[in-house]
Structures are given as structure tokens and as C-alpha cells.
């Protein structure tokens, strides 16, 4: 919300909010929030994760973390679709409730973020859009997303390098993200002008 403040045009965006460790409602609450006071701008980047132990700490069982996404954001879909919401599912389960305000966008985009061999048959189930990391064949993968979808699927790579980015846009990207590491001001802002440079 701090960036969201001080802009107008740029896009914010989790990548990735690790939604099997947080509750669906209030996760729900928090989204629908920052898209409605940035004005539709904001993209919900979410993923599985791959830390065990951290899940663990979060109640959540490793193996069963697919199934857990699933549910927390069809149910969270729920929440910002419908004045009275309810969902039944094997891990989430609530019934009538209500939570305001809506997100602006209708949908609120969810990306679903990863690259593992069963990553694109969750993006065609519950998804909007795939937000996987640069790796060996994702060009290809990319276009086997494209040929199995009946919807478009837009794809949304995070992680490039400028260098890359024709690579990605001519497999069909729909747009890059680049990675800024953590790091002070002033390597920050260094950072920023040779990522400026390069899109240039």
C-alpha cells in the first residue's frame, strides 16, 4: 500500500504470497483491500512453496500443500465474488459470510507462481494467469499452456534479466518482471538504472 500511495500507473504484485500459510479470509480481506485503494492495480502472485519446515510451522502438512492452494484460493475467490460467501472443502470450510470491500478488478487476477511438471494443470483449474521462473524450456512450456487452454492465459515471467526479455516475448510472455534484490538505497537505485537502461 506504501508504493500504491506514491504511484499511479505501476502494477504491485505478491511473488509469491505463500497462501498455505495464511488464513483464506483474512488473506481475502487484505487483497480485496489493496486492489480497491490502488484503483485495480494489484496482481496476487501465489505459490506452494518449498520450505517443509516452515509449513509445518503454519499447521500445514507438505504433502498435501497442493491441495490446501487449491482450496484457500477458490475459496478466497468466493469472498470477492459474492456478498455472502460460503465454501466447503476438504481443509477450508466457512458458510455465510461477508467481507468488504470487493477488489475493484473483477476478477481480482491470481498468478499462480512455479514451475514444477504439474504447475500448468493448476493454472488452467483455479487460476488467472502463470507466473513461473526463467529455466531450461520454459519457451516450450509456455506454448504447451497456450495449446491447452479453451481461455486465454496470460504469462507473466518473474525473474528476467533485460537480455531475455525478446526471448520471452516471442514465446508469449505477457509481460517481465525483474528481479530487484534486497539491498540499500543507494545499490538499489543503481540497480534500477541499468534495468532502466536495459529497457530502454
Not at 475467490?77 to 455472502?84: A, G, H, L, N, R
Request: glycine letters at 8%.
Amino acid at each position: 500500500m506504501a508504493a500504491a500511495a506514491v504511484t499511479t500507473d505501476l502494477m504491485l504484485g505478491t511473488g509469491v504470497c505463500l497462501i498455505v500459510e495464511r488464513d483464506p479470509i483474512a488473506t481475502a480481506k487484505t487483497a480485496a483491500t489493496l486492489d480497491a485503494l490502488s484503483g485495480g492495480r494489484f496482481l496476487f502472485g501465489v505459490g506452494a512453496g518449498w520450505n517443509e519446515e516452515e509449513m509445518r510451522n503454519h499447521g500445514t502438512n507438505p504433502r498435501r500443500r497442493f491441495a490446501l492452494m487449491r482450496e484457500r484460493v477458490e475459496a478466497m475467490k468466493q469472498i470477492w465474488t459474492e456478498d455472502e460467501a460460503s465454501y466447503s472443502g476438504e481443509f477450508v470450510e466457512f458458510e455465510r459470510i461477508w467481507a468488504w470491500p470487493k477488489p475493484t478488478q473483477t476478477p481480482l487476477p491470481v498468478l499462480l507462481g512455479g514451475n514444477g511438471p504439474k504447475v500448468i494443470d493448476r493454472v488452467l483449474a483455479y487460476a488467472d494467469e502463470w507466473l513461473p521462473e526463467p529455466e531450461d524450456g520454459l519457451p516450450e512450456r509456455m506454448v504447451e499452456l497456450r495449446e491447452r487452454a479453451d481461455r486465454e492465459v496470460p504469462i507473466t515471467v518473474y525473474g528476467v534479466k533485460p537480455e531475455e526479455v525478446e526471448m520471452y516475448a516471442e514465446a508469449g510472455a505477457h509481460r517481465v518482471v525483474y528481479w530487484l534484490p534486497p539491498r540499500g538505497p543507494d545499490d538499489t537505485r543503481r540497480r534500477l538504472d541499468e534495468l532502466a537502461a536495459g529497457i530502454a
